[in-house]
């Protein structure tokens, strides 16, 4: 079943809106939260309102809650430096799917980052039933800003795989990431699979020379590049140089 999850699109600056950008803004922000509380507004901390209209010559933005009440967002008054915007992404929901929570929700238990599989799709009811890395069941709503913070779970940095393992293990190794490429990193990943590793990388030799001169935690990472990544063949090339 498709729907439209959020992502985090950064904090808005206190800036005049470009009329020139005034729709591709409106299209862009999928839901509106708020830092703080603001009483005489009639606006609560993290709750969600989407982007009815804009007025550039004002600065102001018309944003609805969930509950259909309208707030006069005026960027130059208040809550510019307390606000976070969210954009719509299509995702596709299926049972089987690994999914990922993308924002932290205190009422509903839920943290960033955590996990769960689709059990069951309503796509009449628009909802979907989840089993928790928990092992709790929980229904989300799927056309409600506050369900829609999820994202499919089958991709990982190095960092957030610490301390999980798969069976099968695909690596995206870039020789150019000087920030993304050591022996730690480089390390951690090969040693969350269980059976296979595969890499794919723009160059295996500059690969190879990168993990050497970049420092890590773990030295062993350097003798497993050969394991990991076999002699390209020229039938099993997946795109312009991949291995």
Sequence with gaps: MALESCSAAG????????????????????????????ADKGVSRGEAYRVKSIDPAKSAITLRSEEG????????????????????????L????????????????RI???????????ARARSATIQTSRGK???????????????????????????RTADHVLIHAD??????????????????????????????????SAINERAGQVQTAISQVGKAMPTPVASKVIGPGLG
Excluded: M
């Excluded at 960033?112 to 309503?122: F, I, K, Q, S, T």
């Design 11 to 38: 904090r808005r600056g206190n800036r005049r809106l470009n009329p020139t950008h005034r729709d591709n803004l409106a299209a862009a922000i999928g839901c509106v939260r708020f830092t703080r509380d603001y």
């Design 69 to 92: 009440r309208e707030v006069d967002w005026r960027l130059r008054q208040w809550g510019a430096g307390n606000a976070q915007a969210f954009a719509p992404q299509s995702l596709e």
């Design 94 to 109: 299926k049972v089987g799917d690994s999914i990922q929570f993308t924002r932290n929700d205190r009422e509903a238990g």
């Design 112 to 122: 960033n980052g955590g996990r769960g599989e689709v059990v069951a799709v309503d």
């Design 137 to 163: 069941t929980e229904v989300l709503a799927l056309d409600s800003a506050r369900d829609q913070h999820i994202r499919h779970a089958y991709v990982d940095t190095a960092f957030a795989a610490q301390g």
């Design 175 to 208: 020789s150019r990431a000087t920030n993304l490429v050591d022996q730690k990193s480089f390390y951690v990943g090969i040693s969350r699979a269980k059976e296979t590793v595969t890499v794919f990388t723009n160059d295996r030799g500059k690969l190879i």
